[in-house]
C-alpha cells in the first residue's frame, strides 16, 4: 500500500490539501489549467492535444494524465511506430517510464492511446509517475475476466456479504479510509448514483474501509453514505485485491467475476452505467 508515497509527493504542489496517509489522495487536475484547444475535425489517428503543450512541464502533463488519461477502458493502443498493439503490452511498455500514452482521435467508444518518448525534461518526475500508474492499471487488467478473491464481510450494521450470497447480484466495492479526503469528496456523486439504482435489487454497494467500526460510525453518522460500510479490510484490499491508492472501485459481475477497476466516482458511474443494462 505505501509504495507509492514517494511518487505522490511530487503531487504536494498540485494538490489542495496534504496527504494524511501515503496514497490517500491522488492528485487533482489543476482547474485553471488550459489545454491546446483541439483542431477542427481532427483525423483518426491524429493527436487530441498538442504534444508539445501538454509535455511544456511536469505540470501541464499531470493535468492532461489527470483529465484524459482513462487506461480501464477497453481503448485502441498504438505503438510508438503507430502500429496497433494488444493493450497488455502497451501497458508493460508504459510500465518502463520512456513512454507516455498520448491520446488520438478515434471513432471507437473507449478512445485510443499512441506511445510517445517522454521529453527528457519530464523524463525524472514523469516517468516516475507514469510507470507507476502503468503497472497498477496492468495489475488490474490481468485480473479482469477473473472471479474476485472470494469473501466473507460484516458490515457495521451486522449485515454480511459473502462471495455466495451475493452471486446473481452486480457488486460494487468502494476501497476507501476515513483520512482520505478524496475517498471523502466523491461521496455525494456515489450516493446519487446509488439512488439512481435504488430500484436494482440485483446491485449492491459496498465500501471496504480501513478504519475500525467505532471511528466510522461516528463518521457516519455526520457524513451521508449510502454505501454499505465493511470495518477492517486494509489486509483483503492490500493482499488480495492489491490496492495501493485510494479511492479504488471494483466492479464485479452477476458471476462473480471482476469486470473493471477505476479510480473515481465518475468513472464506476461510466463503468456501472455499462454493466447494467445487461
Not at 34 to 50: D, F, H, I, Q, R
Not at 54 to 72: C, G, P, Q
Not at 87 to 114: C, D, M, R, W
Not at 117 to 133: E, F, N, Q, R, W
Given at each position: ?58 505540470e501541464h502533463y499531470w493535468n492532461y494524465h489527470a483529465r484524459y488519461v482513462k487506461l480501464y477502458r477497453d481503448f485502441l493502443p498504438v505503438d510508438e511506430n503507430d502500429k496497433p ?194
Amino acid at each position: 500500500m505505501r509504495n507509492l508515497c514517494a511518487i505522490l509527493l511530487l503531487f504536494v504542489l498540485f494538490s489542495s490539501s496534504c496527504l494524511q496517509k501515503p496514497n490517500s489522495d491522488r492528485p487533482k487536475p489543476e482547474s485553471t489549467q488550459v489545454l491546446s484547444v483541439k483542431e477542427n475535425m481532427p483525423k483518426v489517428g491524429t493527436p487530441e492535444y498538442a504534444l508539445a503543450s501538454i509535455t511544456s512541464d511536469f505540470e501541464h502533463y499531470w493535468n492532461y494524465h489527470a483529465r484524459y488519461v482513462k487506461l480501464y477502458r477497453d481503448f485502441l493502443p498504438v505503438d510508438e511506430n503507430d502500429k496497433p498493439i494488444e493493450k497488455e503490452a502497451f501497458l508493460l511498455k508504459l510500465t518502463k517510464g520512456k513512454f507516455l500514452p498520448l491520446l488520438i482521435h478515434t471513432e471507437n467508444p473507449g478512445g485510443s492511446y499512441k506511445l510517445v518518448k517522454i521529453p527528457a525534461h519530464l523524463k525524472k518526475d514523469g516517468g516516475a509517475v507514469i510507470a507507476d500508474y502503468a503497472k497498477t492499471q496492468l495489475r488490474y487488467f490481468k485480473m479482469e475476466g477473473k472471479p474476485i478473491p472470494s469473501f466473507n464481510f460484516n458490515d457495521v450494521n451486522g449485515v454480511n456479504y459473502s462471495s455466495e450470497n451475493t452471486k446473481g447480484k452486480i457488486v460494487l466495492f468502494k476501497c476507501w479510509f476515513i483520512g482520505c479526503v478524496a475517498c471523502v469528496q466523491e461521496m455525494p456523486e456515489l450516493n446519487e448514483m446509488v439512488e439512481k439504482y435504488k430500484n436494482r435489487k440485483d446491485i449492491l454497494f459496498i465500501s471496504l474501509a480501513i478504519d475500525d467500526k467505532k471511528p466510522l460510525l461516528d463518521f457516519l453518522g455526520k457524513t451521508k453514505f449510502e454505501y454499505a460500510t465493511v470495518p477492517n479490510q486494509e489486509k483483503y484490499m492490500t493482499e488480495k485485491l492489491k490496492v495501493n491508492a485510494y479511492p479504488s472501485h471494483f466492479l464485479i459481475d452477476k458471476n462473480g467475476v471482476l469486470v473493471k477497476t477505476v479510480d473515481t466516482g465518475s468513472e464506476t458511474s461510466e463503468v456501472l452505467e455499462q454493466l447494467a443494462v445487461h
